[in-house]
């Protein structure tokens, strides 16, 4: 992997992943800023998302003569409007992440209360359980689920 894309998580979004400095608290404000600029970013990039998705069934609809044509068109929109409707959910934990960062609860976990970590919540900044509680939370899950 290129350095530039090791030390950037969010190659995507253009944003450097956050440096830590020795000695730094946990959550100050300056790590609040980068989460925010990247929480904000993400949720801008989806709402574009929507608003292509949108465009591009206004300009793709077409009453197909052939059946399997239009079989074929339903089919596509139907998978896009599923990946939409997954982009709305997590539209919606952005918002509430964003929420927990007015409130000063960003960045702890929702099960022990210990810190999450910088480098988890780059690598996915809606985390709100640390690596032992969702690791527990997995193994919950698939024992039910057997």
Excluded at 93 to 100: F, N
Aim: with cysteine.
């Amino acid at each position: 992997m290129p350095e530039s894309q090791a030390k950037t998580n969010f190659a995507l979004r253009d944003i450097p992943a956050y440096q830590e400095q020795e000695g730094e608290e946990y959550m100050n404000d300056k790590q609040k800023a980068h989460f925010r600029e990247l929480l904000l970013a993400w949720k801008r990039e989806l709402m574009e998302e929507v608003d292509r998705t949108v465009s591009h069934m206004k300009d793709e609809a077409a009453n197909f003569p052939d059946p399997a044509d239009r079989a074929s068109q339903e089919e596509e929109f139907s998978l896009e409007l599923r990946t939409r409707d997954r982009e709305r959910k997590l539209i919606k934990k952005i918002d509430s992440t964003l929420e927990l960062l007015d409130s000063d609860d960003y960045g702890y976990c929702d099960g022990c209360g210990v810190e999450i970590g910088v480098r988890r919540l780059e690598a996915r900044p809606t985390a709100t359980l640390c690596v032992d509680c969702k690791t527990i939370d997995e193994i919950k899950e698939k024992q039910t689920s057997l």
